[in-house]
């Protein structure tokens, strides 16, 4: 069956399940369908396709990200315009939405928390007048509803927005963010001195181990020295590229450059080519749903990125597909990869998973979509 599609940004994706129960039967039903894309003959094998040699299981070992984390982050809707009230009020919507039974569990503070200064025992102290009840109040707020707090910081001496790094206070900090009973950090990259990230982020790793409390550890190291080579027995995830924005040429760049680095994820790390945008009006209904797709079919981290408070019925629709978060949530782990592009504008691209899904994506303007 064929529909076509006119306009432009007139994007189609589907997602069909062939329900097959072993690689061999796989290959004998995807191969021939690869081959009658590819005009020349297919030549890779189907091992190429499936590369899996670096498929890394529970490098890190901390117990955690048996399958890509999903949840909620302040920064893409909210960037430093935070408080306490703000992220009470956006567990209360992961919640009453049910965001948070379809997995949705991380509620993630990005940068902005903290004072512009440690104290006089240089700690890190939250921001008095943003977050006058600490975050051990809001840990104990959020776990009361069965949700995870995870909070911020930076592989550097100040954050990207001027705040205290960890660069140097890597124990103290740990120790701080686990006795207040954060669940996940997210480690980022700004004022770095130019230390090489292999530098800079083992010593958190370390720390947080030491804590005793199993933390999520999330890599922003905007993909610089492509931590996909060395993070798997650092970091849960590890960022694969620089930040995204909410335009469609962002994304696109962004899947692009994350698809290199499929045979490097797995149960335990992924490869992470930033949060979710979705939602925050950059793009339309149905590049927002590419976009979440993509990021399902790479194992990506599905981390909302808009006010779940206030969504729209299209954004909550794609955010809640549950058929696209299976995808990601597959236990197997192996993430999707781009392995044959055609159409106008290689609008017609086919991404090979090795269980149980094949997909496609059918962007740009005036193509073809089908069912099969
Ligand atoms: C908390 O942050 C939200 C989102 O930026 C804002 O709408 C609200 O006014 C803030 N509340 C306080 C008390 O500052
Ligand atoms: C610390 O690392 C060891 C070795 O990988 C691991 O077995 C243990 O679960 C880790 N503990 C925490 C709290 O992350
Ligand atoms: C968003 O990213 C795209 C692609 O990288 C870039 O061309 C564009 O300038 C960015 N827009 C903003 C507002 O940063
Ligand atoms: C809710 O979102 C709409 C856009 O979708 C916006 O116009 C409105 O101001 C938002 N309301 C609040 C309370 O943020």
């Known amino acids: 069956m064929a529909a076509k599609k006119n306009g432009a940004f007139s994007l189609c994706f589907e997602v069909l399940c062939l329900c097959m129960l072993s690689a061999v039967a796989i290959e004998g039903r995807v191969v021939p369908l690869l081959q009658s894309y590819h005009k020349s003959g297919f030549r890779s094998t189907f091992r190429a396709l499936y590369d899996t040699s670096k498929y890394g299981i529970l490098q890190l070992n901390n117990g955690l990200a048996l399958t890509p984390p999903m ?46 200064k440690r104290n006089s025992e240089n700690q890190l102290v939250p921001d008095p007048k943003t977050f006058p009840l600490g975050i051990k109040d809001l840990a104990d707020y959020v776990h009361a509803k069965g949700l995870k707090l995870g909070i911020y910081s930076d592989a550097g001496i100040f954050t990207c927005q001027v705040r205290p790094g960890s660069l140097y206070y890597e124990n103290d900090d740990a120790e701080m963010f686990a006795s207040w009973g954060v669940d996940y950090l997210k480690y980022d990259n700004c004022f770095n001195l130019g230390i090489k990230p292999e530098e800079r982020y083992p010593p958190m790793r370390d720390a947080l181990n030491g804590t005793g409390r199993t933390i999520f550890y999330s890599i922003c190291d905007w ?6 080579l ?49 939602g925050n009006g950059g793009m339309t209904y149905q590049e927002y749903r590419a976009h979440f797709s993509i990021w399902a079919l790479m194992k990506a981290p599905l981390l909302i990125g808009c006010d779940v408070r206030n969504m729209t019925a299209e954004t909550f629709e794609i955010l809640t597909n549950k058929e696209v978060i299976a995808v990601n949530q597959d236990p197997l782990g192996v993430q999707g990869r781009k392995v044959h592009v055609t159409g106008t504008d290689g609008c017609l691209q086919v991404f ?21």
């Open 71 to 116: 949840g909620w982050n302040s920064w893409n809707f909210f960037a430093c315009n935070i408080n306490e009230t703000v992220i009470k009020e956006t567990a209360d919507a992961l919640i009453s939405t049910g965001l948070a039974d379809l997995g949705y569990v991380h509620v993630n503070i990005d940068d902005c928390w903290s004072s512009t």
């Open 223 to 228: 993909g610089e020295d492509d931590p996909a």
């Open 230 to 278: 060395w993070a798997g027995k650092l970091g849960n995830s590890w960022r694969t590229t620089d930040d995204i924005n909410d335009s469609w040429a962002s994304m696109t760049t962004i899947a692009d450059l994350n698809d290199k680095w499929a045979a490097y994820a797995g149960p335990g790390g992924w490869n992470d080519p930033d949060m979710l945008e979705v």
């Open 352 to 372: 090979p998973l090795l269980h149980p899904f094949l997909a496609y994506l059918n962007g740009a303007t005036d193509c073809d979509m089908e069912y099969r």
